[in-house]
């Protein structure tokens, strides 16, 4: 079965530089949300999409700002990267309540790994 | 706001004994999703088990089981059998709608020993 597909898998980036991460969520999945999960730490809510619009933010830095769009993936885009950003970012997908199912389950990509130096 | 707690920082278990999992959590809400992921050293976020807050009947999936106690607000996993895969971080979450983000607590380290 076909699951969520994050790109790149591995990032390394300078200070102050630009990232974009990639989510493409599962076939037919109308939600995207995005976690932070930083060393030893549990993942963090940043933000999630429905239908292309943004649905629920959570911590997520002024420096991130993130989309969905047409086909349903999803970025996130990271400005003046810090030290601190170097994270695993999850994407994960859904399919929203009342097309066949009782409960949505979210569905995790593998993350992004990036290292800001 | 919801919240998660995981007592248990840390936890080894020998091969094939059986293992619980401590997790309590606060929230106001009456109907919820309460779940366990499992996080091996590959960093991949695996669902193990969930529970719907309606449901009085606790669920299990093959060799791990939850004791749901909605009163008490505990949510705690065991572990049968255990098997050396099994060795991962174990988090605890919470989820207030079906379509709503997940809230992870801060994990608890399982070691199982050969």
């Known amino acids: 079965a076909a699951g969520v597909i994050q790109s790149p898998r591995h990032l390394i980036k300078e200070k102050r530089e630009t990232a974009t991460l990639k989510c493409y969520p599962i076939?037919?999945?109308?939600?995207v949300y995005w976690y932070q999960q930083g060393p030893g730490q549990d993942p963090q809510f940043l933000i999630s999409?429905?239908?292309?619009?943004?649905?629920d933010k959570g911590s997520i830095p002024d420096r991130f700002s993130a989309q969905q769009f047409s086909d349903y993936h999803s970025e996130l885009n990271m400005s003046s990267l810090e030290l601190g950003d170097s994270a695993l970012y999850f994407c994960?997908?859904?399919?929203?309540?009342?097309?066949?199912?009782?409960?949505?389950?979210?569905?995790f990509g593998p993350g992004t790994r990036l290292t800001v130096l | 706001a919801q919240t998660v707690t995981q007592s248990q920082p840390e936890m080894s278990v020998q091969e094939a004994e059986t293992v619980t999992l401590s997790c309590t959590y606060d929230?106001?809400?009456?109907?919820?999703?309460l779940f366990w992921y499992k996080q091996p050293p590959s960093r991949q976020m695996i669902l193990v088990i969930r529970?719907?807050?309606?449901?009085?009947q606790n669920a299990t999936e093959n060799r791990f089981s939850v004791n749901f106690q909605k009163a008490a607000k505990s949510f705690s996993l065991k572990i049968s059998d255990s098997q050396l895969g099994d060795t991962a971080m174990y988090f605890c979450?919470?989820?207030?709608?079906?379509?709503?983000?997940?809230?992870f607590g801060p994990g608890t380290s399982l070691s199982v020993i050969p």
């Open positions: 994960a997908s859904s399919l929203e309540l009342g097309q066949g199912q009782s409960y949505n389950e979210q569905f």
């Open positions: 999409f429905y239908e292309k619009m943004q649905s």
């Open positions: 076939p037919r999945h109308d939600t």
């Open positions: 929230t106001s809400e009456n109907n919820y999703y």
């Open positions: 979450a919470f989820m207030k709608t079906s379509y709503d983000k997940v809230i």
């Open positions: 529970q719907e807050a309606y449901k009085q």
